[in-house]
């Protein structure tokens, strides 16, 4: 406890030690160490009381305590899977949660070596040789990905080429990323929940540098298209740029088989729901190594030979760089990759496995069920889906998602008739509850 | 205090703790029960497959060979490596804080709430008026608020070309300026560690949209002459961005706000004690005068009167009139913000006042007791001092043998073989003292002992030449 009974709790001066340092140093008080023009100094309060520690927890507590005890049956981006306690206990081991950025590689082989593991996990799940250790999120990492494409002299052009009914969110954030570049964005039409590869056809020339598509598509579906995206890119010499996720990728056709150059994403992995935190993945194909943005882990060797691990290709960032750099990107995500592997690790590739098909298979069923309710159609799309779909409304969808909050559930609500429902392992026990409550307020 | 960092390696002494793929790892088929068709699914998918005990066992040796602020000091400038208060970690883990972002706002107004409040402490702390807590960290936050400078600029039909940035800032400065489409003007530093006004004023025209400034500087100096370089850069039109990055040297003594700056970001995971995660996630909220609200991102969290609510209050999302849009696909890192508060909470007026104060005190205390030279004073929560003869690098890793971490090095340049020093308010005198017992061992050290360190660490000095030269990147490449 400092001098100042008030004063930070986690300052461990006593009264001696600081009238010593005070002393050694050679001023009065604290005060005088401060180099501040007395215009610009402020003499007044924040007007923040201090609390105990009990009393923040409780004021915290009370406040969470306001939110509504909804049962959510919610995705779109953000996707709860239930995380292993294991994951929780040994990511919060203090030696990597208040770790630094790894400047020091000898001292900090441990996170070192989880990330490369994440890395190479991603290598895996997109057959891509190259996956950095995090961006912030998927919308971040799409951004980063049209930059990366303005950059690369494969490419050349100013198109940008999304979905329509792409997440506002990441929409939003790639408009501005591109800010900085002569780029445009550009919605391309769907079709039944898929890309509309026709349309799309028509409307792709050389001018494009970069397509991108998702698998899940927006509206849940797998896209079926993926192939024919991938060759439409590369006539363009376009970027073929997929958003997926690792529980998605477990499954579905592997990103590299497809011509994919580039994987974004959310992990939806390692983390609860956290209001939209999350973990951005990034892979990539080889020739772009150069141009990555964020950090990448490599294997080198130290003075005992033996294998060791090191942020490397650091010329690309910030700090050296500075405004030729790939990106401004410095802190990441790491302890949420971290937390990614160790729940990827525990799963093994059989629990991930099982993980994708059990949510297929509960999406399945779940949209057959609101499918028999009247004044409900589902799955909406002739589609497969991954773990969530649109169900078409015959009351105003408003009122039917109102109504079900009501009766405590959460769903997404797209457009006058049309409702997006998602089910994983997280509320797959609560699906008839789900049913008997849109009976009640569906007709 | 030595320590010898643990260090597992296996049988034959050719690695270290084995790759999970090298344990144990499994190729599995797709399945002909697979609810999805064969032309839409791939064919299989091989993973490390250990059992629950040995990964428990992999990951407690991986943290074993892991340096964190609880293994002990970590001087790490520009960093602001606090201890972080455990309870915080039990208010993020709280179940009822774990909610979807797409929730309507009327059945998250405990969220909400808890944003309002973080956004008003922020302001207060900052002496801004309004602040959005969108940014995942503190670069997003730069380029957050250079986005709201063009867009402010933008507004009034006055098209701008460039950011003029201090030689000594922070790399992302420039990176996130040039990210929104700015030239960037490079400014040299005057022979006192601060800005020359004479070149300021040569750098400023009716092209600047902003000044980027970090107060006190990456030399742990105060820049004086703040009320004319507000001046200067008003004069021309341009805006006064505060990176906040050094923050935690003046709470309680001088507010951004105050200093004329009209935009600044809070970097939540050094000032308020959120822990760093071995790179992330952090947090950067963005602070702006009342003149830049309405074009802050999207959604921004206010309070309303309301007989109904709780508390008369209700809490509600709302798209300012002019905003830049998204800088994030949802709200940020919002089990970092939650840290946030709380820490806030904690200390308040008084906890933060004297966590400055301790911080500024220990950083002058430490330079009192080093041999090394600090060219540049008076600093205030850090310092950088002069490696001289030695190569800084090479010290910094001698220190690893001496128990320490050692601090950031070579940077900024304008101190020859900088040691650049941030203890923060944590580390009592006795640590102190250890931190500079290191500090002076390996200053009386010879380059042949420095270029042979570390010993005493899990790893020896690695080879980052070869690992550029031939990335391997995956477990995958080292079968290549």
């Known amino acids: 406890m400092s001098s100042d009974d008030r004063g930070s709790p986690f300052a461990p001066h006593t009264a001696e030690e600081t009238a010593a340092m005070l002393e050694a140093v050679g001023v009065a008080d604290e005060e005088a160490l401060f180099d501040v023009p007395e215009p610009v100094r402020f003499d007044g309060e924040f007007g923040i009381e201090p609390r105990s520690e009990r009393a923040v927890r409780e004021e915290v507590s009370a406040m969470l305590a306001r939110n509504d005890d ?18 929780g206990h040994l990511s919060d081991r203090s030696e990597f949660l208040t770790s630094y950025t790894q400047y020091q590689p000898e001292v900090a082989q441990g996170f070192l070596q989880a990330l490369f593991e994440y890395q190479s996990m991603l290598v895996e799940l997109t057959c891509l040789p190259v996956a950095n250790c995090s961006m912030y999120d998927a919308a971040t990492a799409l951004g980063e990905a049209a930059t990366l494409a303005s950059r690369v002299r494969q490419t050349t052009g100013t198109r940008v080429l999304v979905p329509e009914h792409l997440l506002h969110g ?27 590869l026709d349309a799309l056809a028509d409307i792709v020339d050389d001018e494009v540098v970069l397509l991108y598509a998702e698998n899940p598509t927006v509206r849940g579906c797998i896209e079926e298209s993926l192939a024919d995206l991938g060759t439409l890119a590369d006539e363009h010499e376009a970027l073929f740029t997929l958003g997926s996720d690792p529980v998605a990728l477990s499954v579905l056709e592997e990103p590299a088989s497809v011509g994919a150059d580039v994987v974004v994403g959310d992990c939806s992995l390692g983390l609860p729901s956290a209001y939209g935190m999350g973990l951005g993945l990034f892979a990539c ?89 009247d004044g409900l159609h589902a799955p909406v799309h002739d589609r497969h889906y991954l773990r969530e779909f649109p169900v078409r409304t015959d009351q105003p969808a408003t009122a039917v998602a109102t ?24 509320n797959a026990d609560a699906m008839d509850d789900l049913v008997a409550a849109f009976q009640e307020v569906a007709r | 205090m030595i320590f010898d960092q643990a260090r597992w390696t296996d049988d034959d002494g050719e690695r270290y703790e084995p790759l999970l793929s090298e344990k144990r790892s499994r190729e599995v088929e797709r399945d002909d029960d697979d609810p999805l068709p064969d032309d839409l699914t791939r064919d299989s998918l091989e993973l490390p497959d250990a059992s629950e005990p040995e990964l428990a066992r992999h990951y407690t040796r991986l943290s074993e060979m892991n340096y964190g602020v609880e293994s002990g000091p970590f001087p790490l400038g520009s960093c602001t490596m606090k201890y972080n208060p455990k309870f915080t970690e039990d208010i993020a883990a709280d179940p009822a804080g774990h909610i979807h972002p797409d929730r309507p706002d009327e059945s998250v107004q405990g969220v909400l709430e808890l944003q309002y409040r973080l956004q008003d402490y922020l302001g207060r702390i900052g002496g801004m008026d309004a602040v959005t807590l969108q940014p995942p960290a503190g670069a997003a936050g730069e380029f957050a ?55 300021l004023e040569a750098a400023l025209s009716e092209e600047t949209a902003a000044l980027m400034l970090t107060n006190p500087n990456t030399l742990g100096l105060f820049e004086r002459d703040i009320e004319r370089v507000a001046e200067l850069v008003h004069d021309v039109g341009g805006l006064l961005y505060y990176d906040g990055a050094n923050l935690n040297a003046l709470l309680g003594r001088v507010r951004p706000g105050d200093m004329g700056f009209d935009v600044m970001h809070y970097n939540v995971h050094k000032t308020f004690a959120t822990p760093h995660g071995g790179g992330g996630p952090g947090a950067g909220p963005v602070g702006v ?33 002019q905003s830049v849009g998204k800088v994030h696909g949802y709200q940020g890192n919002w089990l970092v913000l939650e840290k946030a508060y709380a820490y806030i909470a904690r200390l308040g007026d008084t906890g933060l006042a004297d966590a400055s104060a301790k911080a500024v005190l220990n950083a002058n205390y430490l330079a009192s007791t080093i041999e090394y030279e600090v060219p540049f004073d008076p600093f205030h929560h850090e310092f950088v001092a002069s490696a001289g003869e030695q190569d800084a690098a090479d010290a910094a890793k001698r220190m690893l043998d001496h128990g320490v971490h050692p601090p950031t090095t070579k940077w900024p340049e304008i101190v020859g073989e900088a040691l650049m020093t941030e203890p923060t308010e944590v580390e009592s005198q006795r640590t102190l003292d250890q931190l500079a017992d290191a500090f002076n061992a390996v200053h009386a050290e010879d380059d042949e002992t420095l270029e042979a360190a570390p010993e005493r660490t899990a790893a020896r000095r690695i080879d980052q030449v070869t690992a550029a030269r031939e990335p391997r990147l995956s477990w995958q490449a080292l079968d290549e």
């Open chain 1, 70 to 87: 909804l049962t959510e049956f919610l995705g779109r981006g953000h996707y709860a899977h239930y995380v292993p306690s294991l994951v």
């Open chain 1, 170 to 196: 990441r929409r939003e954030v790639l408009e501005n990323y591109v800010a900085g570049s002569d780029l445009t964005v550009e919605s391309y039409p769907m079709a039944d929940g898929n890309a509309d």
């Open chain 2, 289 to 321: 005068v009342e003149e830049l609200r309405e074009f802050l991102p999207d959604p921004h969290v206010r309070a309303v009167a309301d007989e109904d609510a709780e508390g008369g209050t209700r809490y509600e999302t709302y798209t300012p009139e």
């Open chain 2, 145 to 199: 608020g250079i986005l709201v400078a063009k867009a402010y600029h933008e507004s009034r039909d006055d098209e701008r070309s460039e950011v003029v940035i201090p030689d000594s800032a922070h790399g992302t400065n420039f990176a996130s300026a040039a990210m929104a489409g700015y030239d960037v003007v490079n400014l040299p530093s005057g022979d006192d560690g601060r800005v020359d006004l004479d070149a």
């Open chain 1, 285 to 373: 194909r080889e020739e772009f190594l150069r141009q990555v943005p964020g950090r990448l882990v490599g294997a080198s060797e130290d003075d005992a030979g033996r294998r060791a691990y090191t942020l490397t290709l650091q010329t690309r960032e910030q700090h050296i760089r500075r405004e030729r750099a790939t990106s401004n990107i410095c802190t990441n995500q790491a302890w949420v990759a971290l937390r990614a592997a160790m729940h990827v690790a525990s799963l093994g590739p059989d629990g991930l496995r099982d993980l994708a098909n059990d949510c297929v298979r509960y999406a399945r069923d779940l949209a057959a069920d609101l499918d028999a309710v």
């Open chain 1, 403 to 426: 109504d079900l909050r009501d009766e405590g559930f959460a769903v997404h609500t797209l457009d006058d008739h049309l409702l997006q429902v998602c089910v994983t392992d997280a």
